[in-house]
């Protein structure tokens, strides 16, 4: 048997038991009740005699007595005879059949009364079941708007950080580009100018050896011209020397020829003299040596 079906007939049977207690139990009741002679019963206030206390006479001024006068004799009424007491009615037959109407009337109303409850109770489960369905749904509905607003801030914010990662990324591998280029350029510049110091290197190493083999030609051609224009003599000195500073341009043309030390003997002194002073054009400068003019210094004396 199911809870509802229970309940509806608990009830049924409570509504009987009490339609029964009120309607049938006095009737029974009527029959066994002994007759009882009514006694005058005399109520008494109680409260109000007990609240309120007597009051004290107030003295006041006696005036003087006035003449009395004779009172007319009161007769005393005579006492008024007890009324007998009334003696009770008979109950009136029981309609058993009227009592077993009412009786199923009552537990028809009781029947319908409680159906309607049971109705209404239905109804308010109904309503409750419908608001905290309609609670639930909205809870879930609620609770999956949160659910999607929350992946959805997690979608923006976990591209915002990719998007960030791959910006850093991206920049990191710039600047790693960027310095490795950069790396590379200062080396090719050091490359380049270790080699150019180098082929500069060579080139003066190549200017160098080149002028000095000028230098030794011209100092040879000089002293061929310097040994065909001097006479020999005894007056000078094997040791003596005259320092001569020759300067030269690219075509073999003397610039400047000056006597910078002259010698101890004076006839080596003019015979150095004449020689500077016809010393015009001597070899050129071969087409690799780079210098515009040549300043050198040569000695000249006796062989």
């Known amino acids: 048997m199911s809870r509802r079906k229970k309940i509806f007939l608990g009830s049924i049977s409570l509504h009987v038991f009490i339609l029964l207690a009120v309607f049938i139990y006095p009737l029974l009741a009527m029959k066994k009740k002994p007759t009882e002679q009514s006694s005058i019963n005399v109520k008494v206030n109680l409260d109000k005699l007990l609240s309120s206390p007597p009051k004290s006479p107030v003295p006041t001024k006696t005036a003087p007595p006035a ?47 409680a159906r309607k409850i049971n109705a ?11 608001a905290d369905a309609k609670k639930a749904a909205d809870a879930l509905a609620k609770k999956k708007a949160a659910d999607k607003k929350k992946a959805t801030n997690k979608k923006i914010a ?109 006839a080596l002194n003019r015979a150095a003299q004449r020689f500077i002073a016809q010393l015009k054009k001597l070899p050129a400068f071969p087409k690799t040596l780079k210098d515009a003019e040549i300043t050198e210094t040569l000695n000249l004396g006796l062989q």
């Open 158 to 266: 976990d591209a915002k950080t990719k998007k960030e990662r791959d910006a850093k990324l991206k920049r990191d591998k710039e600047a790693k580009a960027k310095k490795e280029r950069e790396a590379k350029a200062a080396r090719e510049r050091w490359l380049a100018k270790e080699a150019t110091r180098k082929a500069n290197e060579r080139a003066a190493a190549g200017q160098k050896t080149m002028k000095n083999t000028y230098i030794n030609i011209l100092a040879g051609d000089v002293k061929r011209r310097w040994e065909n224009e001097f006479i020999s003599n005894t007056e000078i000195s094997q040791s003596d020397r005259v320092k001569i500073q020759i300067t030269i341009r690219r075509d073999g043309y003397v610039t400047s020829c000056r006597i910078i030390q002259k010698a101890r003997s004076t």
């Open 120 to 130: 209404e109770r239905e109804k308010v489960r109904d309503a409750k079941k419908q």
């Open 67 to 113: 003449p009395v006068e004779p009172k007319e004799e009161i007769k005393p009424e005579p006492p008024t005879p007890k009324k007998p007491n009334p003696q009770p009615k008979e109950p009136k037959p029981v309609d058993q059949k009227a009592i077993k109407e009412r009786a199923q009337e009552l537990k028809n109303e009781a029947i319908a009364k």
